[in-house]
């Protein structure tokens, strides 16, 4: 029965506990204030919804807290249970291997009827279920009884003089003041983690080796320099931009300046339909159309230049993936970003500066040049830097057309690798969080995230200075 109990799906049971409780409590919030509309001995201070919903939110949070609680430690405390349970023989298991098979038995125990035909293995097994059969129950009902308790206690403190109204506002202030910490939280939670395992690595590897380095092979755990990734990352991240921001702009200038409503409302969703493309399409792209092209025009000009005695060999790589062909496709991705935030700040300039320029003798032209550019230059700013961000997390398009080679070459037909792959590959698979290899994945992500923010706060420097000076 308890084994039975650890395959519900406990997400929709305390879902639709916390409808049903909720639901009662709202509805035992209203009868109870319309009772004060009856007597008519005071009249009330809120109406009848809202000692509801009064009731219904201290029903409703015992349900959503029990739920958290069992979301973050639900997992956990099983597995903690199980392991103090194990025989004396599993002693012999390193800790890393103890929580490998810790894991088997969890997946395990999440099919039904599952036997692997292993006597030792199964009994962990139903024993895995009981355990976290046992926990849903529990939990089932310490949220039932916890908010059938908090709807009883509400109920009770209505009357004719309770401000019900205030209490919710006030409910609704602390939940939207929630959801704002829990934003904060979580970055701080990524920022503390990517620190703590960085400092690990560090301990490990000096700080001046990893960051300049030349040689990249941690899949061996062997050299960890991460000079090659940064370098790769950068390139191909400056070859998008080069395509993206003058194609996205001049879009964005001509949509809002020069295109009728009719062709604009044709072009812009075309536009947009690029940003919903998944990126695996624009890898297969990039691999079967842009990187043989790259190469072919690469062994053209080789082939010209020793013709006409400039070179005495090949002189690009002209390899069959190319950070080059990696940048094209990812600058064509994000052209949407750039062309569509700079259409919507540049139609948002007020048309006085536009009247004051032409009164002035400016022609469209000039007008836009020197008065709504430069008006709309820190939404512009906001959004390069949002496509710049975006080149840079992309991973997809270099694994398929910018090869996975840790190196420094200012040939853009050569492959390169960047940061985001590498840190695919050293997480895939079962590896081990202790090892150099692994926690090297660690600290190239802080690298890019104080890159990022390095980013972020020029953006915010400049967008700042030039409100002041427009507005």
């Not at 305390?14 to 639901?23: D, F, N």
């Not at 810790?102 to 009981?130: K, Q």
Request: some cysteine; aromatic content about 10%; overall charge neutral.
């Amino acid at each position: 029965m308890l084994s039975e109990l650890g395959h519900l799906p406990m997400d929709f049971l305390l879902l639709a506990a916390a409808v049903t409780l909720a639901s009662l409590g709202f509805i035992a919030g209203r009868l109870r204030a319309e009772q004060f509309s009856f007597n008519g001995d005071e009249h009330p201070n809120s109406r009848p919804n809202a000692h509801g919903y009064f009731v219904l939110m201290w029903s409703l949070v015992p349900v959503v807290l029990v739920g958290l609680g069992y979301t973050f430690f639900g997992e956990g405390t099983s597995r903690a249970i199980l392991r103090s349970e194990l025989p004396a023989g599993f002693s012999i298991l390193s800790p890393g291997e103890l929580t490998t098979y810790i894991e088997t038995v969890a997946r395990a125990a999440r099919m039904p009827d599952f036997l692997s035909g292993e006597r030792v293995f199964d009994t962990v097994t139903d024993r895995y279920g009981e355990i976290r059969g046992t926990l849903n129950l529990l939990t089932l009902l310490l949220a039932c009884v916890l908010s059938f308790g908090g709807m009883v206690l509400a109920r009770r403190s209505l009357s004719p003089a309770f401000r019900a109204r205030q209490h919710v506002e006030s409910g609704i202030e602390w939940f939207l003041f929630l959801c704002a910490a829990l934003a904060i939280a979580t970055t701080v939670g990524i920022v503390a983690s990517l620190v703590f395992e960085s400092m690990r690595f560090f301990a490990e590897v000096p700080v001046w080796d990893f960051l300049f380095g030349t040689r990249w092979n941690a899949q061996t755990s062997a050299e960890f320099g991460a000079l090659p990734l940064f370098f790769g990352t950068f390139m191909i991240s400056f070859l998008a931009m080069v395509v993206a921001a003058p194609v996205g702009l001049f879009a964005a200038i001509y949509l809002s300046e020069y295109a009728s409503g009719r062709v604009r409302a044709i072009i812009k969703p075309l536009l947009e339909i690029l940003a919903g493309i998944p990126t695996v399409v624009y890898g297969f792209f990039a691999l079967l159309v842009i990187a043989p092209t790259v190469r072919t025009v690469a062994l053209w000009i080789n082939a010209q230049l020793i013709a006409w005695g400039l070179a005495d060999g090949a002189l690009l790589a002209a390899q069959p993936t190319s950070a080059l062909a990696a940048g094209i496709v990812m600058g064509i991705m994000v052209i949407p970003f750039v062309s569509s935030l700079s259409d919507d700040v540049i139609r948002a300039v007020p048309q006085s500066l536009r009247d004051g320029a032409f009164a002035m003798g400016a022609t469209k032209s000039e007008a836009i040049r020197q008065v709504v550019v430069p008006a709309a230059l820190p939404g512009i700013i906001a959004a390069l830097l949002l496509a710049v961000s975006r080149a840079i997390g992309e991973t997809m398009i270099v694994v398929m057309a910018a090869g996975q080679r840790a190196r420094i070459s200012p040939d853009p037909t050569s492959d390169l690798t960047t940061i985001t792959v590498q840190i695919v590959s050293l997480l895939t698979g079962e590896s081990e969080f202790d090892s150099p290899k692994t926690l090297s994945a660690f600290a190239l992500g802080l690298v890019l995230f104080l890159v990022t923010l390095v980013f972020n706060l020029v953006a915010i420097t400049v967008v700042k200075r030039f409100r002041e000076k427009y507005e």
